[in-house]
Structures are given as structure tokens and as C-alpha cells.
């Protein structure tokens, strides 16, 4: 299959930016997405960028995208304790997840 | 619409029993998937179906089978549960319209534990 690269874990207190990264390896993925998974939940589709675009702003996350080294990445502004959760990055139809990386917000 | 549904929300078997563990969707999507989510693991695709009568294996299909008899459900069978199987299963569909970003609609879940 196809590799996703993320750090597992990631901590900031509140009010500060988080930056959450993935790397991949398929080329050909139309979109990127971003999943959030709560404690005890399933994911939620967070965001997605199209694969033509560099950058892509929904209220407190920007999400960027590297073709080139084909890095994504995905800030969230002003980070709150209930952004805490694990966050999926996704290529390819999202068949192919990263890890996740488990945010942690401390007050 | 009720989205993914998925039951039952924990089980616990022993080894070598079976068991299904159901999903459906009410939203048409032709796009349904089982992912298993293991602590360091992230989520590991089973199997999928991409249309009613059409399954394929994804990462890790030993130990499951699948069938796609209605558009509606995507049923998960353990023929003879072993304790690596211990994990929590998510299933997933997707319209698979290509044009609408293709996100997948994840189910809560059922945690499994096998003895």
C-alpha cells in the first residue's frame, strides 16, 4: 500500500498553534484530507485540499500542501483543549491513513 | 439519515468462535470499507466494496470475510476469532463521486476483545 508518514504525538497549550504533518508517497491522489478522531468516536472528515491547490484556509485550520516534497500539513490556530484527539491524514480515496497523531492541549 | 451504523458496539468471544459484526448505510453510497485500529497502528483496511456483489481484500483480510449483498449493508464475519483479532473495527462508506472529495462517513465502532 501506500505509505503516510505522521508523528504520533504532539502536545501545545491552549491558545497556541498546532502544526500536524504527514508525508506520502502516492503522487496521483486527487484529494488530501484531514480526519479527526474524539476519544471513543469514529473519525470525522476534518478537511480536505485538492490536489491542484497549495493552500487551504476553513476558520482556525490551514491546511498546506508540498507537492513537490509531497508534504501536507495542518494548523490549527488558537488551539483549544477540545482540538485534543487524534488527527488522520488521507490520501487516495482515503484508503491509505497515516498513524494519526495524538494532539494534546494542555490549559 | 442515520449514516453509518454499526452493531454491536462491544463483544467479547472466545477463541475460536465466530461471529458477524454488522454495518449499514442509508446514504447510497456505492463505497464501503472495514478498518481495524490498533494503538500504534493507525487504522489498516480489511476489506472493501466498491458496489454491491463486488468485495476485494485490503492490508490485513486474513481471519475476515465479507460479502455485499444490498447497497445498504457490508457485513464483517469472524469464521474462528483469534486473540489478535482484539480490536476496534470501523466501518465506512463513500459515494465514490470523485467530485465531492470523496470523504469517507465512519461508523462509531465496535470494540472487540477475544479471550
Known amino acids: 500500500g501506500e505509505d503516510v508518514e505522521q508523528s504520533l504525538f504532539l502536545s501545545v497549550r491552549e491558545g497556541d498553534s498546532s502544526v500536524i504533518n504527514c508525508t506520502y508517497t502516492?503522487?496521483?491522489?486527487?484529494?488530501l484530507y484531514w480526519y479527526k478522531q474524539e476519544p471513543g468516536a469514529g473519525l470525522q472528515l476534518l478537511t480536505y485540499i485538492f490536489s491542484n491547490m497549495d493552500m487551504k484556509q476553513d476558520q482556525r485550520l490551514t491546511v498546506l500542501l508540498n507537492k513537490k516534497d509531497k508534504h501536507l500539513s495542518l494548523r490549527i490556530a488558537d488551539t483549544q483543549t477540545g482540538d485534543s484527539a487524534i488527527y488522520f491524514c488521507?490520501?487516495?480515496?482515503?484508503?491509505?491513513f497515516g498513524k494519526g497523531t495524538s494532539l494534546l492541549v494542555t490549559p | 439519515n442515520a449514516g453509518v451504523t454499526q452493531t454491536p458496539k462491544f463483544q467479547v468471544l472466545k477463541t475460536g468462535q465466530s461471529m458477524t459484526l454488522q454495518c449499514a448505510q442509508d446514504m447510497n453510497h456505492e463505497y464501503m470499507s472495514w478498518y481495524r485500529q490498533d494503538p500504534g497502528m493507525g487504522l489498516r483496511l480489511i476489506h472493501y466494496?466498491?458496489?454491491?456483489?463486488?468485495?476485494d481484500q485490503g492490508e490485513v483480510p486474513n481471519g475476515y470475510n465479507v460479502s455485499r449483498s444490498t447497497t445498504e449493508d457490508f457485513p464483517l464475519r469472524l469464521l474462528s476469532a483469534a486473540p489478535s483479532q482484539t480490536s476496534v473495527y470501523f466501518c465506512a462508506s463513500s459515494p465514490l463521486s470523485g467530485a465531492d472529495g470523496d470523504e469517507q462517513f465512519f461508523g462509531p465502532g465496535t470494540r472487540l476483545t477475544v479471550l
Open positions: 488521507a490520501v487516495t480515496y482515503a484508503l491509505n
Open positions: 466494496s466498491v458496489g454491491a456483489g463486488i468485495t
Open positions: 502516492d503522487s496521483s491522489s486527487t484529494y
